[in-house]
């Protein structure tokens, strides 16, 4: 079965539609400021109700307050909350005791130590999403990881791959990795913040065709 696919960072009507138009299981809406995906919460809120119950939708937040979390978990009513920050298994288990949504925790994947160090969140991630180490942002740089670190990896914890996958690089990361999701953002775009259909539909159908 090839991989559930995950578009994240879209901000338009027309992006979620394709999206599901090409058989995303997941599209995540970034609500963090200094992200050119930012999406404020009453955009995020009615790309959330257009998705409907075709794709379930993620909410990306970044070391949010209490306070913005709270707000945000209010008027998105997400399907699953992406962890992108620093965020510990601690606040994460708050959550997720208070909302009924998936959490899932981003980690910058550097070496051989950050897979002994997720073991924390085993018990309250329901999905550990491997990504490259932050940079400018915490994500959403377009940055890999190096992909042979997860290839021997026995996983305690459901798993997924970002950073820096594109239509031409996600067959070789699912052979690489053997990865059940795969997350893209910066690859389907034009410019930053602007999704581009048709590199949507190739990232997709590169997916479908992997082996
Ligand atoms: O997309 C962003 O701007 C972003 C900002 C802050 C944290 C995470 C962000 N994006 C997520 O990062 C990964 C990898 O993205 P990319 O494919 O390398 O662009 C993915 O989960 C994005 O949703």
Redesign the pocket.
């Known amino acids: 079965m090839p991989p559930l696919i995950k578009i994240?960072?879209l901000s338009t009507p027309e992006a979620v539609d394709a999206a599901i138009e090409q058989g995303a299981a997941y599209i995540?809406l970034?609500h963090?400021e200094p992200?050119?995906?930012h999406v404020d919460l009453r955009t995020a809120a009615e790309l959330r109700r257009r998705a409907g119950a075709h794709v379930k939708v993620v909410l990306?937040l970044?070391n949010a307050s209490q306070q913005l979390t709270g707000q945000a978990l209010a008027a998105v009513w997400p399907d699953v909350v992406?962890f992108?920050g620093t965020e510990t298994p601690e606040w994460l288990g708050v959550v997720k005791r208070l909302v009924p949504a998936e959490i899932w925790k981003?980690i910058g994947l550097k070496d051989a130590g950050t897979l002994e160090r997720i073991e924390k969140y085993r018990g309250i991630a329901d999905r550990i999403?491997f990504?490259?180490p932050a940079s400018a942002?915490?994500?959403?740089?377009?940055?890999r990881f190096d992909w042979s670190l997860l290839a021997n990896h026995r996983h305690t914890i459901d798993w997924g791959i970002?950073?820096?996958?594109t239509p031409d690089n996600v067959a070789a990361a699912i052979a690489a990795t053997r990865a059940p999701l795969v997350?893209?953002?910066?690859?389907v775009e034009s410019a930053p913040g602007v999704k581009d259909l048709d590199r949507i539909a190739a990232f997709c159908a590169a997916v479908r065709a992997a082996q």
């Open positions: 994240c960072g995540g970034v963090y992200s050119p995906r990306l970044v992406q992108h981003a999403l990504d490259a942002l915490p994500g959403g740089n377009g940055a970002a950073g820096g996958l997350d893209v953002s910066s690859g």
